[in-house]
């Protein structure tokens, strides 16, 4: 059988081996359809922004990821369904988010970025798509949405 120094071992590797399995996942890096978005970028602040309205309970997420001004208009509609309709115009039940593939550039280096995003989500059993543009300030070294429109 074994002998006493490889019983500690054989019980040592064990408990090592459960105790590193349980390390705790790492925080979400990127965004869009594959996860290859850069926390740094514009898109990557603008999904965020909408996951944090249309997957949150609350708006406190996208209050981090929005200019003064944004936070004021979000702030006057107090929760995250009646941003949706009132300030979006966009009401979903579950809504997968995705960036215009034609925006890619050099917008990591500049100060301003407008961004496409396209909608497509569900609503009482109907599939709706649509889009918005996002128009997001760098402020400190962070990307912040100023505002949405239509165009």
């Known amino acids: 059988m074994f002998k006493p120094i490889y019983k500690k071992v054989y019980w040592l590797t064990l408990i090592l081996a459960v105790f590193s399995a349980c390390n705790p996942s790492e925080p979400k890096k990127g965004g869009g359809k594959f996860g290859m978005l850069d926390s740094d970028i514009p898109e990557f602040a603008a999904i965020q922004f909408f996951d944090h309205i249309y997957h949150d309970k609350t708006l406190d997420g996208s209050f981090q990821l929005s200019t003064p001004k944004m936070q004021r208009l979000l702030r006057s509609y107090h929760t995250n369904k009646s941003v949706q309709k009132h300030v979006l115009n966009m ?56 505002s949405v429109s239509l165009d």
């Open 91 to 146: 009401r979903f039940d579950t809504v997968k988010i995705q960036p215009s593939t034609r925006s890619a550039g050099r917008n990591e280096f500049a100060k301003e970025a407008q961004i496409a995003l396209f909608f497509e989500g569900e609503l009482d059993g109907d599939i709706f798509k649509d889009m918005r543009v996002v128009e997001l300030l760098r402020i400190d070294n962070k990307w912040k949405v100023n």
